[in-house]
C-alpha cells in the first residue's frame, strides 16, 4: 500500500461534491454533461471537481465525439465504498471486466436524449450494469452501419434504429443471455 495515494484520496473523498460524483461513478461510466443535475451542483462546479479527481488519479475520462464519459480509475475506490456499504462484492467486481458495452448513436435531439434515458431505466430496473458509449459524430454513426438515428447497439449488435425504445423492451434486451 503507498500511504500518499491513500492520504490523497481519502482527502479527495472528504469534500461532499467529490463524494456525490463517486457515488455517481460506482453506477458506471457516464458522460459529464449527466453529472451535475445527478448530484445537485452546477456544471462549473462538478467541472473542477472533476478535474481535481482526474489530477489525482481517481477518476478517468476520455474523448468521444462532443463528449466526455468519466469513470473510476482507482480500483481503491471500490473497496473504500464496499465499506461504506456500497453492496460492491467480488462478484461484481469481477464482472466489471466483462460489463455489457452500449452504444448509444444519437445526434444531440431531445428524441436521442429519451433514448439515453430509457437506457438508464432500464438498467436500474434490471440492476445490470453496463458502460454507456454516446456516439454522435456523423462520421461514427455512420461507420457503424447505422443509417437512422437514435439507435442503440448492445455488444455490438445493432438493436434498434430511428426509433427511442420504450424501457420494457430495453430491459429484454438486457436481460438476453
Known amino acids: 500500500?503507498?500511504?500518499?495515494?491513500?492520504?490523497?484520496?481519502?482527502?479527495?473523498?472528504?469534500?461532499e461534491t467529490r463524494y456525490r460524483i463517486i457515488e455517481v461513478l460506482l453506477k458506471g461510466e457516464i458522460c459529464a454533461c449527466k453529472i451535475p443535475a445527478l448530484i445537485g451542483r452546477t456544471q462549473s462546479n462538478t467541472s473542477m471537481h472533476l478535474s481535481k479527481l482526474v489530477e489525482l488519479d481517481i477518476?478517468?475520462?476520455?474523448?468521444?465525439?462532443?463528449?466526455?464519459?468519466?469513470?473510476?480509475k482507482d480500483e481503491m475506490?471500490?473497496?473504500?465504498?464496499?465499506i461504506f456499504g456500497y453492496g460492491i462484492n467480488k462478484k461484481q467486481k469481477q464482472r466489471r471486466h466483462k460489463i455489457m458495452r452500449i452504444e448509444l448513436l444519437e445526434t444531440g435531439c431531445s428524441t436521442c436524449t429519451g433514448l439515453e434515458d430509457n437506457v438508464r431505466k432500464a438498467l436500474q430496473k434490471t440492476g445490470k450494469k453496463a458502460e454507456i458509449i454516446i456516439i454522435n459524430e456523423f462520421n461514427d454513426i455512420i461507420k457503424k452501419g447505422v443509417?437512422?438515428?437514435?439507435?442503440?447497439?448492445?455488444?455490438?449488435?445493432?438493436?434498434?434504429?430511428?426509433?427511442?425504445?420504450?424501457?420494457?423492451?430495453?430491459?429484454?434486451?438486457?436481460?438476453?443471455?
Open 59 to 72: 477518476v478517468q475520462f476520455r474523448k468521444v465525439g462532443k463528449t466526455s464519459p468519466y469513470s473510476i
Open 1 to 15: 500500500m503507498n500511504k500518499k495515494q491513500n492520504l490523497k484520496l481519502l482527502k479527495a473523498l472528504s469534500e
Open 147 to 177: 443509417m437512422s438515428t437514435p439507435a442503440i447497439i448492445i455488444n455490438g449488435k445493432i438493436k434498434s434504429s430511428g426509433v427511442v425504445v420504450d424501457v420494457k423492451k430495453i430491459e429484454e434486451w438486457l436481460n438476453e443471455k
Open 77 to 82: 475506490v471500490y473497496e473504500i465504498f464496499k
